[in-house]
């Protein structure tokens, strides 16, 4: 696709449930990044990927929080035994190359995740 | 510690009036500026950034920001706004150019007026 895709778009779960969000970055782009947004703040980091490398992880806020990018392409972040602290939205966003931050970031429209 | 501060949550506005969005980041060493818009159901999109050179830098829809190293701010400016300009607007720093994390400011939402 043209643009950096994120499914899906809206998440209700349970508390305690585990869920899993996925994002496809713009094809060809090397690094991918997951951040989460709460409700009236900025985006706050979690990870990122060098292709299939998680060259960062310092953003994720537990140990019930994990990302995976296996093959370099689609990534996977999975929160096991949700809080309704988790609840927000979680961007993805994708960059062309893995060289220094000077590159643009895409962001995809989100994920929306309620913990009820 | 590092940070990124957008003093505005809200700014509303007339239409055709001018309006500057506030950023400051607190930083000692070389950083990298951007400003995000994130319209109403929308993901972010890139605004315009700040990496060297000239520390004016412009949007093709009428936007500016200047990058003013001793103040460490990254203010946005419009002379003129219309209504399609409402959105959501983030400031966001590179701290550090071995890692292309970004830090965000919370965003300021404009209000245009008509």
């Known amino acids: 696709g043209a643009g950096v895709s994120q499914s899906p778009r809206y998440k209700v779960a349970k508390r305690g449930q585990d869920v899993a969000l996925r994002c496809d970055p713009i094809?060809?782009?090397?690094?991918l990044f997951w951040y989460q947004q709460a409700l009236g703040q900025g985006p706050e980091f979690l990870t990122y990927?060098?292709?299939?490398?998680?060259?960062?992880k310092s953003g994720l806020p537990s140990d019930r929080f994990f990302a995976e990018r296996p093959e370099g392409s689609v990534s996977t972040l999975k929160i096991q035994r949700t809080q309704q602290e988790d609840s927000a939205v979680y961007l993805c966003?994708?960059?062309?190359?893995?060289?220094?931050?000077?590159?643009?970031?895409?962001f995809g429209a989100g994920t929306r995740l309620s913990v009820l | 510690a590092q940070s990124v501060t957008q003093l505005d949550s809200q700014v509303p506005v007339f239409e055709e009036a001018p309006v500057e969005l506030r950023c400051n980041y607190s930083?000692?060493?070389?950083?990298?500026l951007f400003w995000y818009v994130q319209y109403p159901n929308q993901g972010l999109q890139l605004l315009l950034k700040?990496?060297?050179?000239?520390?004016l830098v412009e949007s093709i829809n009428g936007f500016e920001a200047e990058f003013n190293k001793s103040q460490t701010s990254f203010h946005l400016r419009k002379p003129s706004v219309h209504i399609s300009d409402t959105a959501e607007y983030f400031c966001?720093?590179?701290?550090?150019?071995?890692?292309?994390?970004?830090?965000f400011g919370t965003g300021t939402r404009l209000t245009i007026i008509p």
């Open positions: 966001a720093v590179n701290f550090n150019f071995g890692n292309e994390k970004l830090t």
């Open positions: 990927f060098q292709n299939e490398a998680q060259l960062d």
């Open positions: 700040y990496l060297s050179g000239s520390t």
């Open positions: 094809s060809g782009h090397v690094s």
């Open positions: 966003a994708s960059s062309s190359s893995g060289i220094r931050a000077k590159n643009i970031q895409y």
């Open positions: 930083s000692s060493v070389s950083v990298y």
